[in-house]
């Protein structure tokens, strides 16, 4: 990785923070961590699980990941975090949508697992995803972190540090909802469904390495909050300092609160 005076290099608990100057910078050099990754376990496995996330906070680092030449796509089999229940796959929120426009279109990946939210046996979904994630055991995963700290679409009032379920129905709360309003996915607040299906948080934390992207001055209060609180799902994203490989990659924006903690 390229390492400039312009990045600050923080850290929480076993939890990495790089602080870039600018969105592009930050997505460029998540982007840069994970092709590294993908270069090194093409020589230790034939098939390479990758969770991919989505949103806005994600555009910078898929842009730069899907432009970076001589990557080990054909051995990729990706999967996505979480997916809307009863919303059309090309719905403009649509996280299948998202990620053939950004992602599967742009490069030649061995195969991909799509969440099918609109499916009538959800449970069956479920247990299907679930499946094929414990078949091909992923062992990187790029996240985003949401307004309320959640990971996936795991709420604080459903995020589970112990959860059982690997993949599981979840209603979403109202500040998540509101999140993916004003991000301008959807015309109207009514309009973002209340349930979804999401990755659970312990099959989040098996993966052995996180690339975190957040990016943006919506989120510096939550990273704030994740890196300052305790511990507990009341914000899930502060379990990300007991992963021993995870690292957040940060603008200016979202850093904004983080002078009082680190002098950043």
């Known amino acids: ?53 989505t949103g806005a906070s994600q555009l910078s680092t898929l842009h730069a990941l899907t432009s970076t030449p001589d990557l080990p796509w054909e051995r990729v089999c990706g999967f996505h975090l979480d997916e809307y229940v009863g919303l059309p796959d090309d719905h403009p929120a649509s996280f299948r949508r998202y990620l053939r426009t950004n992602l599967t ?96 948080i312990p099959t989040i934390l098996r993966v052995p390495k996180l690339i975190v992207s957040v990016p943006g001055p919506r989120k510096a209060k939550i990273v704030r909050q994740m890196l300052a609180e305790p511990i507990s799902t009341a914000c899930p994203a502060t379990i990300l300092r007991t992963h021993p490989d995870a690292t957040v990659y940060l603008d200016h924006e979202s850093a904004a609160e983080l002078e009082s903690m680190f002098g950043t």
């Not at 600018?22 to 990754?37: F, H, K």
């Not at 270069?39 to 990758?50: A, N």
């Not at 279109?105 to 994630?133: N, T, V, W």
Request: glycine letters at 8%.
């Open 1 to 53: 990785m390229t390492h400039t005076i312009d990045v600050r290099h923080l850290q929480a608990g076993t939890l990495k923070l790089e602080v870039h100057p600018t969105t592009e910078a930050a997505g460029s050099a998540a982007a840069r961590a994970a092709a590294e990754a993908l270069v090194l376990l093409k020589h230790s496995t034939p098939r390479i699980g990758v969770i991919f996330a």
């Open 105 to 200: 279109s742009l490069i030649p990946m061995r195969e991909f697992y799509e969440i099918d939210g609109g499916h009538a046996e959800l449970d069956l979904i479920c247990q299907d995803y679930a499946e094929k994630i414990r078949s091909c055991s992923p062992l990187l995963c790029l996240l985003g972190i949401g307004e309320n700290g959640h990971l996936a679409f795991n709420d604080p009032g459903e995020a589970d540090f112990e959860d059982p379920q690997e993949v599981k129905l979840v209603k979403l709360d109202g500040v998540c909802r509101q999140q993916q309003f004003a991000e301008g996915w959807f015309q109207s607040f009514e309009q973002v469904p209340e349930r979804a299906i999401t990755l659970t």
